[in-house]
């Protein structure tokens, strides 16, 4: 499932927040409980490359994951690089 960090700014008061979902879907201000709010920014999450140990892990977030990415480790690279073509050779859900 894709997997998404929204990043919003509240019309009424101003502040700023993020929050991660499966869209980029409104949300209320958890400031002030202003509703409706249209993110500016989303970053997608589905797949990631995170270093661990020296290693570079791929992970995805497949398509049965529901409230939480639940992230699945999809293989592990010598460089970032490698991971990044082993990404872009791999087949989406």
């Known amino acids: 499932m894709a997997w998404f960090i929204n990043h919003y700014e509240c019309d009424r008061c101003d ?3 993020t929050d991660e979902w499966s869209c ?3 949300d209320e201000c958890p400031h002030c409980g202003f509703r409706d ?4 920014d989303s970053e997608d ?3 990631l490359i995170v270093e661990e140990s020296g290693k570079f892990i791929v992970l995805r977030s497949p398509e049965a994951a529901e409230d939480d990415p ?3 480790e999809l293989g592990r690279f ?7 073509a082993f990404l872009r050779s791999y087949p989406p859900d």
Not at 37 to 40: E, R
Not at 78 to 84: F, H, I
């Open 78 to 84: 010598s460089t970032r690089d490698e991971a990044k």
């Open 45 to 47: 999450l589905t797949e």
């Open 70 to 72: 639940d992230y699945e």
């Open 24 to 26: 980029a879907c409104d």
């Open 15 to 17: 502040r700023r927040w």
């Open 37 to 40: 709010m249209t993110p500016f």
